[in-house]
Each structure stands twice: as C-alpha cells, then as structure tokens.
C-alpha cells in the first residue's frame, strides 16, 4: 500500500510516524514547501502545487490512500486529483465534530467547505468506487495546551483556536463553558489526543471496508466535569467562571456579532456547536474495533501538559 499524506502540520507528521514505525506501508507527505527537517528524520516529502492539476496528480501516481489535513481549495484539488488517478481511498481533513444536519452549509460557520468537499466524495464513491471516511475524534485535548492548536502546529486554519479560545483558559483559570442545553440538560463532548488519533487512522488502514465515518475517543465527560477536572489538576479554582446555557450563548452570539468582534463570535459558534452535541458521540467504531489501543487519560495529559499541584 502506498499512502499520501497531504499537509506537513503536527496530525499529519504524527501519522507518518506511526505509519513508519508500526507499518511496513509505503507514504510520502504532500507538501507546499521544501522540508528539510523531516526529510532528515527519513519521512519521504514531495513538493506539490494546489493550484497545479497535473503536477498534483503527478504525485498521486501510485498511490492508493490520500489522507489530508489540508482544507479548502486545496483539498477540492486534491479530491480530484486522487479521483483521475483512480485512489482507492480518500479521508478528508474533516477530523473534529460530527456533521451537521441542523442547517444548510452556507449557515454553518463551522462548515468550511466541508459540505463541499464530502460532496464530491460521495460523488467519487457514486461513480467510481473510491471509499472514504470521516475520521470524527472530537475536541483534541491539545486546544487547552499552552498557545492552543495554533501553537502545536495543529488545525492552522481554524479560527478561535488559541490559547483559551475555547471552554477554558488552563494558565488564566477562567472558564465561558456552555454547560446546558436546550433542554437544560448536561452538555457532554468527547475529547481525543492528537497523537491517538494519528494512531487510530493508522489502524484504521488495516479495514476491509471503510464506512463514510469513523468515530474514535480519549474521554468523554460533561463540560462541568472537564472544568472540574482542571481545577483538580491545577489545585486552584478558576478565578473566573461563566456558565452558559443555550439562551444565553445566543445572546453573546448577537452580542459578539454587534461589536464586530469576530473572535468572540467565533468562540460563541464553537460553544453553541458544543451545546448542540456537535463534539459528542457514542459507542466510537474505532475503540471498539482496536481494543489494543489504549488513548490517553486527558488526566495525565493535563498533568504531563500542565503538572500538578495536587
């Protein structure tokens, strides 16, 4: 089997590694730029062109398995690409929540040319056979790690993804956290390491059949328990807490967006979406399917992320 990994970011070196080191599967990582450093640690790195279709599809020759952690035109170009040169399987950078089916895409922020891109998989799978899944795996735990995704190299296109963008503020110790839903109902998400989802797709290559998605879990809580948690890890409570029902994070929505303030917006739709269980799912296929792996406790990832004072 011979993999191309599109994007060069954290997820998808973490997926080359597991590939070379528990795989004897062939892979090249798909990159804009020239990567010295990790072609010195013997990762195969191809400089491509988004907006070049035949030199994108040069570099597809051969490949049986596109995964990418690349999103908007780039990925509809890769897409294609992998769809002329007959790719077996294709798993999209839609890695995160479940999809949406409350709206249409043009009123989901959160879409970002998602609709589009699981469109025209369909359209492949329809017409030619290409499989593909979405890997769901939930909020990564590295959103609360110091400086955010942004500053582990993971999702570099997402807004409102810095330090304390989201839920919590581990070094501050203050929390916006969207605790009920519309129903006044616990809201509950599921989280996952960045490194056990590397390690899930990686396994996941093993299947027979892909389905159109596949689900996997580091822990799943309520909101109120993962606040709970990292006061228990930090030894200190949080200095400020809001707690926010559907009502009211409505509310802040209309209030961010009359300020023009979009990263405030940005945070609003992310909790909303967490409200709506948009982070939250059970009886994840992949767990079940590898028993062998055994994720990451977002206890001791706090712990080995933060320390502890307790």
């Not at 010195?40 to 597809?60: E, G, I, K, M, N």
């Not at 559907?246 to 979406?273: C, G, K, P």
């Amino acid at each position: 089997m011979r993999i191309a990994i599109a994007g060069t970011n954290s997820l998808a070196v973490l997926i080359a590694y597991y590939i070379q080191q528990e795989t004897n599967y062939h892979f090249v990582l798909l990159s804009r730029s020239e990567r010295p450093t990790l072609e010195a640690r013997d990762f195969p790195v191809l400089v491509v062109d988004y907006d070049d279709t035949s030199t994108l599809q040069h570099a597809l020759l051969g490949v049986d398995v596109v995964i990418s952690t690349v999103t908007g035109n780039p990925q509809v170009a890769l897409i294609h690409a992998a769809a002329a040169n007959r790719v077996s399987r294709f798993a999209p950078a839609e890695f995160g929540s479940t999809p949406n089916t409350s709206s249409e895409p043009e009123n989901d922020p959160l879409d970002r040319g998602r609709s589009l891109a699981v469109a025209l998989l369909e359209h492949y799978k329809t017409t030619q056979g290409m499989e593909y899944t979405l890997f769901i795996c939930g909020i990564l735990y590295e959103r609360f790690a110091p400086g955010g995704l942004y500053q582990q190299a993971l999702s570099l296109t997402t807004p409102a993804a810095g330090e304390g963008d989201y839920i919590l503020n581990v070094r501050n110790m203050t929390a916006e956290a969207p605790i009920w839903d519309d129903d006044e109902d616990l809201v509950s998400l599921c989280l996952t390491s960045a490194q056990d989802v590397a390690r899930f797709v990686v396994e996941a290559l093993e299947m027979r059949q892909w389905p159109t998605t596949l689900s996997m879990v580091g822990e799943r809580m309520s909101v109120q328990s993962l606040v709970a948690l990292v006061e228990e890890v930090r030894g200190t409570q949080m200095q400020s807490y809001i707690s926010h029902n559907m009502a009211s994070l409505q509310s802040e929505y209309v209030l961010a967006a009359s300020m023009e303030d979009s990263a405030r917006q940005m945070r609003a739709v992310n909790h909303i979406a967490t409200a709506m269980g948009r982070f939250d799912f059970r009886e994840p296929a992949l767990n079940r399917r590898f028993r062998n792996i055994q994720p990451v406790r977002l206890r001791d990832w706090l712990i080995r992320t933060w320390g502890s004072s307790t």
